[in-house]
């Protein structure tokens, strides 16, 4: 293939078939790196050169090995570039261009995007606000937080992905308790003060360091209350040109400028506090949205997060000029929860607006989409009690112990 470049992906999870087919439809060399335990997944075979396995599954990748075997690879192809489809892969494509001196986010930029201690002093230093938060390194500096900033407190796993491991406490006696269970493990872990409030995310394509795209939703029932209290999940994007929706795209925009991402796609959220109305950074991912938003995305604004980020990454490798499709603006939402039945039945769910369900066994979820947010919400209100009536699976949030 003329002016044919080599992408070596990197997927700890099932995802980003847009991405790969969209890369190979480019004309590229496309290379998959994914788990032995997702051999049998439907992943885009026509569209991949080759698939290699590591053994295990995310934390028990040995990146020696992965190291060696990419290096092994180029004995005999050039990588023109690596690509991290998942949060947990982040890690992985940064420890190999920096040994390989491949280009691309290195692993200091890399800490932004992952963890989230990093995060916050790095937003703290570009003066984006921030709830109070401290490190666990050290005891005095422990106090002093929990003796001046007001209860209650979270813990929070540094380099874990949406709302896995987050523990609520609510006295310094319980802290305290709470620190010494964590043992060793409580260097991995940072404290931040809980801000009730409306949780944003913005899920943004940035390009040549600039956003070119951006659109903000409002999760009606957010990822830590679901991963908690069980279920339905549920987003929706909010008024364009809205005091939040303008406030937020800054903020969000200030968050990719100091974190350095230079081209690609991000998933940041915020709080909008109950108490002060103040919008808050809470976090941020270089990759798209989780639980199917970019589907969501797609309905609303006609642009597909992975097939756009795959023509970003393809432009820079070949030194071409990205132009991004016009967007509408429309409105869409999500509505997903773990389902007891391995295949639900979603043929009740007949409105016209609905457009996407989502095919994972063992979930229950769909897409709708209106010119009007009022519809969606509405309909995101029906359907999220329906589905959690009908389908939704009680399941204990499991322990995280073997962190990030």
Not at 64 to 77: C, D, I, Q, R
Not at 255 to 264: A, D, I, S, T
Request: net charge negative; aromatic share 10%.
């Amino acid at each position: 293939m003329e002016n044919a470049k080599t992408f070596l992906c990197i997927s700890n999870y099932f995802k980003g078939a847009d991405f790969l087919i969209q890369l190979k439809k480019l004309g590229n060399k496309v290379y998959l790196v994914t788990s032995d335990k997702l051999k049998d997944e439907a992943w885009p075979h026509q569209y991949i050169d080759e698939i290699f396995y590591m053994e295990g599954r995310d934390v028990d990748w040995n990146l020696e090995h992965l190291l060696l075997g990419v290096g092994n690879f180029m004995k005999s192809t050039n990588v023109d570039a690596i690509v991290a489809l998942d949060d947990y892969d982040v890690e992985k494509a940064t420890y190999l261009r920096e040994n390989l001196r491949i280009g691309g986010m290195g692993q200091t930029t890399g800490r932004y995007f992952r963890d989230k201690l990093a995060m916050r002093m790095r937003a703290k230093s570009c003066g984006i606000p921030i709830p109070a938060f401290c490190s666990l390194f050290n005891d005095h500096d422990i106090d002093t937080f929990a003796d001046t900033v007001a209860a209650p407190w979270v813990f929070k796993p540094r380099s874990e992905a949406s709302a896995n491991g987050i523990i609520k406490v609510y006295d310094k006696e319980s802290l305290w308790i709470k620190i010494n269970e964590l043992g060793n493990n409580r260097f991995k872990y940072l404290l931040e003060q809980f801000k009730p409030g409306d949780v944003y995310h913005c899920d943004s394509l940035i390009s040549e360091g600039k956003v070119i795209f951006s659109l903000t939703s409002k999760y009606l029932s957010t990822p830590m209350d679901v991963s908690h209290n069980g279920g339905v999940f549920r987003s929706m994007n909010i008024k364009y040109g809205s005091e939040d929706d303008k406030a937020i795209k800054k903020m969000n925009e200030m968050v990719m400028k100091g974190f350095g991402l230079k081209h690609g796609a991000a998933h940041t959220e915020f709080i909008k506090s109950n108490e002060n109305g103040q919008i808050y950074f809470l976090e941020t991912s270089s990759r798209v949205g989780g639980a199917h938003i970019a589907e969501m995305v797609t309905e609303a604004s006609n642009i597909n997060l992975w097939k756009e980020w795959a023509a970003i990454e393809d432009s820079l490798v070949k030194e071409t000029k990205y132009t991004l499709p016009k967007a509408k603006k429309g409105y869409a939402g999500i509505a997903i929860t773990l389902s007891k039945i391995q295949h639900p039945d979603l043929s009740s769910f007949s409105d016209p607006e609905v457009c996407f369900k989502v095919p994972l066994a063992y979930h229950a979820g769909l897409v709708v989409k209106s010119d009007k947010q009022e519809r969606v919400q509405t309909l995101l209100d029906d359907y999220g009690a329906r589905l959690e009536s009908e389908f939704t699976a009680v399941i204990e949030q499991e322990k995280v112990n073997n962190l990030h």
